[in-house]
């Protein structure tokens, strides 16, 4: 759901970035100041550690493309998506093996990973700050594609999360991205004006099918719990612990929905 998953799939993405409009409203002091308003979306910027504040402003205060993606409904409940939102790989490897799309990520270090879509995004994505209701991620990584050259490039992701309950009362979780990009390209620069709508033409697709693709996996997970952890242990098997709570995590999910389903009949 890269995640930085399906999440990771749209993070990638976002470095090419989109246009929307954005209002801002500084509060990170240090020599540096981010803004914690963000498209009628407040963030805890404050909580952020210090040394994050001047390249996150860098990018916001200077982007090249911003989007705002959602609210998004995603069909799953909040444990399992924090689950899969801490770990990328797993996430990754469930999305890739259930053959919903190519996604590969490894682990770089703590909150640290490197991820790669399978259609010409790749890079790295770091946690910045996290919570049960935001997440800040800071990432750096590079497109190729046929219609544009190697682009590097640099973003700020904002990501608001809201559980919820869906159109039959069972949990869900509502997404809100938040993304600004800066391109690092000299000889792009002087383009920029006309390649924009490309960018955000590019951009808006990939965040479409990462949308999509964390929706089949949240309803994978609902509707065929079995057929997830048969791909989860199929040889090459994900680790053990992993394996572990990730059933953990999806029998709470429907061990509450069977509750609810009781409750229903009655």
């Known amino acids: 759901m890269t995640f930085l998953v399906a999440m990771q799939g749209r993070l990638w993405a976002i470095l090419l970035g ?5 209002w801002i409203v500084p509060v990170q002091a240090e020599s540096c100041v981010l803004s914690s308003y963000h498209v009628g979306l407040t963030f805890p910027v404050s909580k952020v550690e210090p040394r994050w504040a ?28 924090q689950y899969l939102l801490d770990r990328p790989p797993v996430a990754a490897a469930l999305i890739n ?9 490894e682990g770089r270090g703590p909150g ?7 259609e010409g995004t790749s890079g790295i994505v770091e946690l910045v700050y ?10 750096e990584g590079t497109h ?7 682009v590097m490039g640099k973003a700020v992701v904002f990501v ?29 620069a002087g383009l ?35 057929h997830v952890l048969f791909e989860a242990t199929d040889p090459p098997s994900l680790p053990d612990d992993e394996v572990v709570l990730l059933k953990q995590a999806m029998e709470t999910v429907h061990f509450r929905g069977a509750i609810q389903s009781g409750a229903a009949v009655r």
């Open 112 to 118: 640290r990973f490197w991820g790669d879509d399978g």
């Open 144 to 150: 190729e594609s046929t219609v544009l050259p190697q």
């Open 130 to 139: 996290g919570d049960m209701a935001n997440r800040i991620y800071y990432l």
């Open 97 to 105: 093996r259930l053959d919903f799309a190519p996604y590969k990520s």
């Open 192 to 226: 920029l004006s006309l390649i924009r709508p490309l960018v955000g033409n590019i951009v808006a697709r990939k965040l479409t099918q990462g949308v999509q693709v964390v929706t089949r996996l949240g309803l994978e997970i609902r509707q065929h719990p079995d």
């Open 160 to 188: 608001r999360m809201n559980p919820v309950k869906d159109g039959d009362g069972r949990d869900a979780v509502e997404t809100t991205l938040v993304a600004y990009t800066k391109l690092d390209s000299r000889i792009l």
């Open 54 to 81: 001047c390249p996150l402003q860098a990018i916001v205060d200077h982007y090249t493309t911003a989007n705002k993606i959602g609210p998004t409904e995603i069909p799953i409940s909040e444990s399992v998506y």
């Open 18 to 22: 989109g246009v929307v409009g954005l």
